[in-house]
């Protein structure tokens, strides 16, 4: 009764599915797939070593290796680990948040827009962090749960005002610009009004900033990294599949509620944490999911490759804002003068496949 | 029974009964303009008095009276005597950036438009900010020339990102490419000022609008400005109505439509440069303002811009105080009380309207 194929013996079974072109496709893709992450983390890799090692003065390799295994070196160790290494560091963890909730909200919304910095929670986020550090005096791990609330708080709130028998994406955007709009005006006037600051220092906060960063901040980025981090890619399975659409994705057994609760939550953790330390790096969550797609392909998960290009981005940009440029940048102006063009393309882009833009 | 003359094969008895019924409601009309004009001279009385009469330090009428009429011997005199220029200020940027922002919206026909959110205000800070550091421009009238220079090319690439896609400039297309390109032209006045640190001090200006600390001698320079801005838009503001009926319409009936466009874009960079060049950055007035007269005079620009100045001059005055009263003894700016005014507005305009036809 049975057609041949259903009883087929191990052997003939696994010699059936050899020669099966989707498998071989699907192989060759994965193949490709890991390649590029792996080259991705190389270039991660070799840019943190060459940001050690590079800078104001040179430090040869062998040297940097020395002094990160303990030795001191006289004119060296300072530069290396005091000055370099935190912002090697920081800038990988920093981008690596934005990254992954840039991408996380850009593939719960379907749309490459819906980026946290765009439609305002990274603002809400910041305006937390700098109420906390401003008004509050707080420091560490308070600021980054004040921020995670405001940006929570922003994300609701943005959500619940574009409902209205369902969300859409168009709406969704333009809420979030306008209520961007007036928490970028409270975070500037905080800054602007804060006693203890100084206008400059403000001005980089507002730009996204990794002067003066210490290691001790990079603990808990790393801790937020891991934590938040491993509970998205735990759900990755159902982001993806959310991609198809709704109704799709339920039919599919993905419990629409939990994953959106979790997917929003660990996002706006990510990006809450990395704002309460570098203050908002511009375009970062925006940019590094286009890119990812762009290397990878569409159809697969961004969610690792989004983290390596963020990481990476931020890394380079603020190489490039502190040594390419005639005067030292922070990184924020950098990535917001690179990332402008890009939302202008998305815009002027002809689409007319999506009706969303 | 069909009395309405829109139809348009009207029959004997419709054609007898239109006239009364147009009539009818045009007095109406007439009559609502006529209470909301009244409504809006005596609300700015109440906003210019609270002006006058409130602050960081408590004063009585005598001091009120006294200061009113030039004599400035006690303290309480100069207090109010100090508010009086930035009253005159309140108005005078309120009525110009809400006549500012209702021409942009009948221009682009989009009901999103604003100096601030299209990025039209950055683009007059940052030419500020190049010429101040590169330039050592130092005269209000040379502030106001670079100011609309930048506002004036800001406007120009905004609409030009949006509207290059196919489908034209929708709102949505609109306010991302102001928030674009907002992001980057204060991503680049920021880089212009951080490693001038002797010029660091003017950010404050740039990044919060307000209009604390007006003097006479910041005013003046810009009256000529404005009266060209005000003179120039209520004169486009007949072609504004033709606008608004489709670019085809308007050349139908006419219209030379760049003409038309040309000269209502102009009249509006006129009137938010120069304040963005005294003031700074002050957002969602233009936006929030045509659109509650609206609500009064209907959608004719030529009554709707008149209204608009007046609203204007009234919600930035309120914001005023409301920020010399919320945050006393200290002061917040007018900019954010507007924006916690014009935000919702925003949010209530995104609502109410289907994007798609927005």
């Known amino acids: ?357 | 029974m069909l009395t309405c003359s829109q139809k348009p094969h009207a029959t004997q008895s419709s054609v007898v009964t239109a006239p009364t019924a147009s009539v009818t409601r045009q007095r109406k009309k007439r009559g609502t303009r006529l209470a909301g004009g009244l409504l809006l001279l005596a609300l700015l009385a109440l906003a210019l008095t609270l002006s006058v009469a409130f602050g960081a330090r408590t004063v009585g009428w005598p001091e009120i009276a006294a200061a009113l009429s030039g004599q400035v011997e006690t303290i309480g005199d100069a207090a109010v005597a100090s508010r009086l220029p930035r009253t005159l200020l309140a108005v005078l940027a309120g009525a110009a950036l809400a006549v500012s922002g209702g021409v942009m919206q009948g221009l682009t026909r989009n009901p999103l438009a604003d100096p601030g959110l299209l990025g039209v205000n950055a683009g007059a800070a940052l030419a500020i900010v190049i010429g101040i550091a590169w330039f050592g421009i130092d005269e209000t009238t040379t502030y106001i020339w670079t100011a609309i220079l930048g506002a004036g090319l800001a406007a120009v690439a905004v609409y030009t990102i949006a509207s290059l896609a196919r489908g034209g400039a929708t709102p949505l297309r609109l306010a991302l490419a102001g928030a674009a390109t907002t992001a980057a032209l204060s991503s680049l006045a920021t880089a212009v000022i951080l490693p001038r640190g002797d010029i660091a001090g003017l950010a404050q200006s740039w990044l919060v609008g307000g209009i604390g600390g007006a003097t006479y001698d910041q005013i003046m320079p810009v009256l000529p400005f404005l009266l060209a801005g005000f003179v120039i838009t209520l004169l486009a503001a007949r072609k504004l109505n033709l606008l608004a009926l489709g670019d085809d319409a308007a050349a139908g009936l006419g219209e030379k439509v760049a003409v038309a466009r040309a000269m209502s874009a102009v009249g509006a960079v006129l009137l938010c440069g120069p304040i963005t060049a005294i003031c700074g950055p002050i957002g969602f007035v233009g936006l929030v303002v045509p659109h509650a007269c609206r609500l009064l005079v209907g959608g004719d620009y030529r009554w709707l811009l008149p209204f608009s100045a007046l609203g204007g001059a009234v919600l930035l005055t309120f914001s005023d105080v409301v920020g010399r009263l919320v945050a006393h003894p200290a002061e917040l700016d007018a900019s954010i009380v507007t924006a916690f005014i014009g935000a919702p507005v925003f949010i209530w305009i995104v609502r109410n309207r289907k994007v798609g036809a927005l």
């Open chain 1, 1 to 357: 009764m049975n057609p041949p194929s259903y009883n087929a013996t191990p052997s003939s079974l696994s010699q059936h599915h050899e020669h099966h072109p989707y498998r071989q496709m699907r192989r060759a893709h994965a193949k490709r797939r890991g390649r590029i992450l792996a080259v991705l983390a190389a270039c991660l890799l070799a840019g943190v070593v060459l940001t050690l090692m590079l800078g104001q003065s040179f430090t040869p390799l062998t040297t940097v290796l020395r002094i990160m295994g303990g030795a001191e070196v006289p004119g060296a160790s300072f530069t290396v680990r005091e000055l370099r290494l935190p912002r090697a560091v920081v800038a990988v963890l920093a981008g690596a948040c934005f990254g992954l909730g840039g991408v996380a909200f850009q593939t719960l919304l379907r749309n490459p827009l819906a980026s946290p910095d765009i439609i305002g929670i990274s603002t809400g986020a910041s305006t937390g962090a700098v109420f906390a550090i401003v008004v509050l005096s707080l420091s560490g791990t308070a600021v980054s749960i004040i921020a995670i609330a405001a940006g929570l708080g922003v994300a609701l709130l943005i959500y619940g005002l574009s409902w209205q028998q369902g969300v859409t994406g168009a709406r969704l955007i333009l809420i979030g610009i306008g209520l961007a709009a007036m928490l970028q005006s409270v975070t500037a006037y905080l800054l602007m009004r804060a006693p203890s600051w100084s206008l400059q220092e403000a001005l980089r906060w507002m730009a996204g900033s990794l002067n003066g960063v210490q290691l001790e901040q990079a603990l808990p980025l790393f801790i937020a990294l891991l934590l938040f981090g491993g509970l998205l890619l735990s759900r990755h399975r159902d982001l993806e599949t959310l991609r198809m659409g709704d109704d799709i994705a339920v039919g599919l057994g993905v419990r629409l509620a939990l994953t959106r609760i979790t997917v929003v939550i660990t996002a706006v953790a990510l990006v809450a944490f990395a704002t309460a330390v570098t203050g908002p790096i511009a375009f970062v969550a925006f940019l590094s999911g286009p890119i990812a797609a762009r290397l990878v392909g569409r159809n697969d998960s961004l969610l690792i490759p989004s983290a390596l290009v963020g990481a990476l981005l931020v890394l380079l940009a603020d190489y490039a804002g502190q040594f390419l440029l005639p005067a030292r940048y922070p990184v924020g102006i950098v990535t917001g003068v690179l990332g402008a063009p890009y939302l202008v393309y998305l815009i002027t882009r002809d689409n007319k496949s999506r009706g969303t833009l």
